[in-house]
Nanobody, 121 residues
């Protein structure tokens, strides 16, 4: 079974930091491109936060530039989202989405289960 497992969410005060992790498990050989999305309370649509390609190129939504950093550790099949200077409006469920290269040489797009980030004093 292939899974994307997320961790690192929690409650943090405004101005604080969190690092989210997203790890491919099961029959995952490697992670190709990956993105973080978030779903804010009251909205049905997930909005993109940051993207990283297989080559390490990154792209960010405008409001996250300079505060968030997406990175990857290929040896660990893990993608990270470092979030600094957090604001209450960053409160959301954060989801990882990645294209996984599997051991049977197939490829597919997978979503993590989501991790709650709450920014509040």
């Amino acid at each position: 079974q292939v899974q994307l497992v997320e961790s690192g969410g929690g409650l943090v005060q405004p101005g604080g930091s969190l690092r989210l992790s997203c790890t491919g498990s099961g029959n995952t050989f490697s992670i190709d491109g990956a993105s973080w999305y978030r779903q804010v309370p009251g909205k049905q649509q997930r909005e993109p936060v940051a993207t990283i390609t297989s080559g390490g190129s990154t792209n960010y939504a405008t409001s996250e530039k300079g505060r968030f950093t997406i990175s990857r550790d290929n040896a660990k099949n893990t993608v990270y989202l470092q979030m600094n200077s957090l604001k209450p409006e960053d409160t959301a469920v954060y989801y990882c989405c990645a294209v996984l290269n599997l051991l049977d040489r197939s490829q597919g797009t997978y979503w993590g289960q989501g991790t709650q980030v709450t920014v509040s004093s």
